[in-house]
Every structure is written in C-alpha cells, then in structure tokens.
C-alpha cells in the first residue's frame, strides 16, 4: 500500500480516536465546550474574573446585551408587551461594576480587552434609546416563550386562575395607561397656556415700554421745542432792541 494513504488514514483514526462509548475525541470535547457554555448562561453570577470574561465574551457572541451585564431579561406584560424595568443609572451601576473586574490594565489578554469592549458596547447600546428598542424587539420571542413555559407547568384548573387574573391585571393597566394618557394630555394643555400667558405678558411690557419710552421722548421734544421758543424770543427782543432809534442832543 502507497505510504503517503498509510499516513493519511493513520492521522485520519489519530484525530478520530473512538472512546469506549463509540464517541469520538472531537465529539466529547464539542460537547464539554457546550456543556460549559450552558452551565455558563444559566450562571446567576461569575465566580471569578475568568468566568466573568468568558460569560461576557459569551453573551457577545448571543448579541445578549442583557445577559452580558448581568441584567434581568425583558418580560412579557399582560398586554403582551415586551417590558424591561431597568433604569439607566442601573444600567451604569452594573458597567461600571463589571468593567472593574475584567478590565485590560488589571488581567493581561486579548479575551479581557475583547470583554471589556463589550461592555461598552452593551453599555451604549442599552443606554440609547433606540438600541434599548431594538433589542427589546429582539427580546420579544424569547420572553414570551419563558411566559408560556412558565404557565404550561400549571395544571388546568391552575391555567383558568391565572387567565382570569391575567385579564384582570390587563384590564387595570389600561385604565392605568388611558389615565396616564389623560394626564400628559392636561400637562401639555395647560404648559401651552401658561407659555401663551407668559408671550401676552411679555408683549403687553414692551408695548408699556414703549409708551413709556414715546411720552418720555415727547416730553424731551417739549421741552426742546420750549427752548428754541424762549431763544426766538430773546433773539427777537435783542433785535428790536437794536433797531430803536438813538437821541442825539
């Protein structure tokens, strides 16, 4: 047999060496990289900066910014829509927190600096608010499977509660809602009056300014048409003055 076949298909068994299961090497390595991929989603917190870098760079790869910082995921509300009740200072307090125990100057590598350019990004994205949207949108499958994984586990009579109370809650946010609706529909208004009220305002003191500023400048045109009156009649008194005749004696 041709030498060069002999050493193709001796490298070929070497990188496909059988287990006592049947499974290959690459098989059961595969599968541990998964396993550890699982256990490293399903991780409540880090246990170390390794772990830390490696869900980070992980939650990259799922384009899971929330996952990423260490955030609680979207849920679906009763109106199904996808909700996220997470303020932006939070959405800072975890960067700044996790970017502290994965940053570049403190663990050397490429994986820590790749991880912490992640959370920037997460971080700007999920603090914009059209990157907050689209992931929420992104979001919007995943969490309504997670609702209706949680109600399949009831038994049926269980099922009827939670639609009846569904429907309730339901109901009550959209009273909330139209409520919420009416009352920024009142702030608008009366913002629109009271800056209508404060242009009125504002016209009526320069129109009293400028009758004030028009009746002093009368006054000044008075007063100065007042005095080249008097200087007329001085000038006409030193003229005829000056044209009486003189007696010569």
Do not use: C
Not at 160 to 171: D, T
């Amino acid at each position: 047999m041709d030498e060069r076949l002999i050493s193709r298909r001796f490298n070929v068994a070497l990188s496909k060496e059988e287990t006592a299961d049947g499974r290959s090497l690459n098989d059961i390595r595969r599968d541990a990289e998964e396993d550890e991929e699982y256990l490293l989603r399903k991780a409540a917190s880090p246990m170390d900066v390794k772990d830390a870098i490696k869900r980070i760079l992980l939650a990259k790869k799922d384009r899971d910014f929330f996952r990423l910082l260490e955030l609680p995921l979207p849920e679906m509300d009763d109106l199904d829509r996808v909700t996220w009740n997470v303020s932006s200072a939070e959405v800072s307090k975890a960067y700044r927190r996790l970017s502290v125990l994965v940053h570049p100057d403190k663990n050397p590598g490429g994986d820590a600096r790749e991880a912490f350019e992640a959370l920037n990004e997460a971080h700007r994205h999920l603090r914009d608010r059209g990157g907050l949207e689209e992931m929420l949108n992104k979001q919007a499958e995943a969490a309504r499977k997670r609702r209706e994984a949680a109600e399949a586990s009831a038994t049926p009579e269980e099922r009827v509660v939670l639609y009846a109370a569904k429907q309730e809650r339901a109901k009550l946010l959209q009273k909330q809602e139209q409520a919420e609706r009416q009352a920024a529909v009142i702030r608008q208004m009366e913002a629109r009056q009271l800056e209508a009220r404060r242009k009125r305002e504002m016209r009526s003191s320069y129109r009293k300014e400028e009758e004030g500023a028009d009746l002093e400048k009368d006054g000044e045109d008075d007063e100065q048409q007042e005095g080249e009156r008097l200087d007329i009649k001085k000038a006409s008194r030193a003229k005829s003055k000056s044209k009486k005749p003189r007696l010569i004696f």
